[in-house]
């Protein structure tokens, strides 16, 4: 049985730890392979569980902005593990031995990796919880306080659209994108300033909620909607969680979204009253192809063939 080794950093309030915590949270439960997970801040500490582990696989969750520390030396002179990095945007160094992508390639970076690119599932979470059913249409969006995220957009949508409806909106602050808070505070201010019907009720929180408290918030609401605009070429992660919960979702054309992308969830194409009118039919590709059970064996297959 090969021994994974899952290398994470430990800043909770971001995008990207949480997505190899959602990787290691479905890998942990494997009967092929053994993956062992650390969450390390500094060379000394990785080092110091490398030699203790003695992994014949390291997985790497990097990004250049939340794991500097991981010089491109380091991993080539342990030369007693492969080394498998998972894919979040840009990538420079070629020279690994496998690159993770999961539900969709970013084709600028993915052709220059050839067979070493790998393609599996998108990681979505069981959710076992309650449903309620709400007297006003309820919509909600998650993530972090940024204007990419397009909050303000669909507030102003909504506003507009909608007689009475409920907005919701969980928005933690980011420890890496925004530690002074200041972006989130603007984003807030401007969308309070941008309901002026009466008939909109506009909550906005910012403790930062563990997977199931996101589960449990976005299965309150009868859709989840993200307008973002053009803010990267990786995949988003909101994605995973509003699935998850099978909720209709309607999305922006934004590249980020681009694994899910069907004109019927497509706010521009469609209002969203049509959107949550038609269910959650359209999205049942995505709930089989990403299951987690899917997922755990797809991950498997990359490490057991080795």
């Known amino acids: 049985m090969k021994t994974v080794l899952i290398v994470n950093h430990y800043r909770i309030n971001c995008g990207v730890q949480q997505f190899g915590r959602r990787v290691w949270d479905l890998a942990k439960h494997s009967t092929k392979v053994k993956f062992t997970y650390i969450e390390v801040e ?13 992994p014949d696989i390291v997985l790497y969750n990097w990004h250049r ?23 979040h945007e840009e990538f420079t160094r070629k020279n690994f031995d496998k690159y993770l992508f999961f539900g969709d390639y970013d084709f600028t970076n993915g052709d220059k990796f050839g067979s070493k690119k790998v393609l599996l599932p998108r990681p979505l979470l069981k959710y076992g919880g309650d449903y309620p059913v709400n007297d006003v249409t309820t919509i909600g969006s998650f993530g972090f306080g940024f204007w990419n995220k397009g909050y303000h957009t669909l507030t102003e949508l909504v506003n507009r659209t909608f007689e009475h409806a409920v907005l919701n909106f969980h928005m933690p602050y ?30 906005i929180t910012h403790d930062f909620l563990d997977d199931a408290g996101v589960l449990k918030f976005l299965a309150g609401n009868d859709i989840n909607v993200f307008l973002y605009g053009e803010n990267g070429q990786g995949i988003s992660s909101v994605i995973d969680y509003a699935l998850s919960v099978k909720r209709p979702i309607a999305i922006s054309d934004s590249k980020m979204f681009r694994h899910v992308a069907k004109d019927n969830i497509t706010v521009g194409n469609n209002s969203i009253q049509d959107i949550i009118d038609n269910g959650t039919e359209q999205l049942n590709e995505f709930y089989t192809r990403w299951s987690p059970e899917n997922f755990q064996e797809e991950l498997d297959k990359v490490f057991d063939d080795v």
Not at 65 to 87: A, C, D, Q
């Open 42 to 54: 500094d060379k000394e500490t990785f080092f110091h569980w490398y030699k203790e582990i003695k």
């Open 174 to 203: 980011s420890f890496f994108g925004d530690p002074l808070k200041k972006q989130s505070k603007e984003v807030e201010y401007e969308c309070r300033k941008l309901v002026t019907n009466p008939g909109l009720k506009l909550n």
């Open 65 to 87: 902005g939340t794991m500097p520390w991981l010089t491109e030396n380091i991993v080539t002179n342990l030369r007693g593990s492969k080394h498998y990095f998972i894919f």
